[in-house]
């Protein structure tokens, strides 16, 4: 069965730093693109970093770069998405997705598997 689980999620202040991890299981992700959306309350999906399946580039949305980082894990078959400086605004629900390939990195209609979500919440 094929599955992504996110984890890392919590309460953080502002300034402050989290990790997520998208763990897979039932495939390997090595060759697959990982993509990170988050959804706000009464808010769209909206993308906020990938990294490639074939030569491990990355891609970041303007309102995070310089603050999330992405990287890859291949032997434990986990993807994470360092978050730092993170705000206010930077609460969501986070998830994971792969693809096999994905031509737009921040659409989510590329994306053939979910993980459930992970709650961030960025509050003092």
């Known amino acids: 069965q094929v599955q992504l689980v996110e984890s890392g999620g919590g309460l953080v202040q502002p300034g402050g730093s989290l990790r997520l991890s998208c763990a897979g299981s039932?495939?390997?992700?090595?060759?697959?693109?990982i993509g990170w959306f988050r959804q706000a309350p009464g808010k769209e999906r909206e993308g906020v970093s990938c990294?490639?399946?074939?030569?491990?580039?990355?891609y970041f949305a303007d309102y995070v770069k310089g603050r999330f980082t992405i990287s890859r894990d291949n032997a434990k078959n986990t993807v994470y998405l360092q978050m730092n400086s993170l705000n206010p605004g930077d609460a969501a629900v986070y998830y994971c997705?792969?693809?096999?390939?994905?031509?737009?990195?921040?659409?989510?209609?590329?994306?053939?598997?979910w993980g459930q979500g992970s709650q961030v919440t960025v509050s003092s």
């Open positions: 990294i490639s399946g074939s030569d491990g580039s990355t």
């Open positions: 997705a792969a693809a096999q390939k994905v031509a737009r990195p921040v659409s989510p209609y590329e994306y053939d598997y």
């Open positions: 039932g495939f390997s992700l090595e060759h697959y693109a």
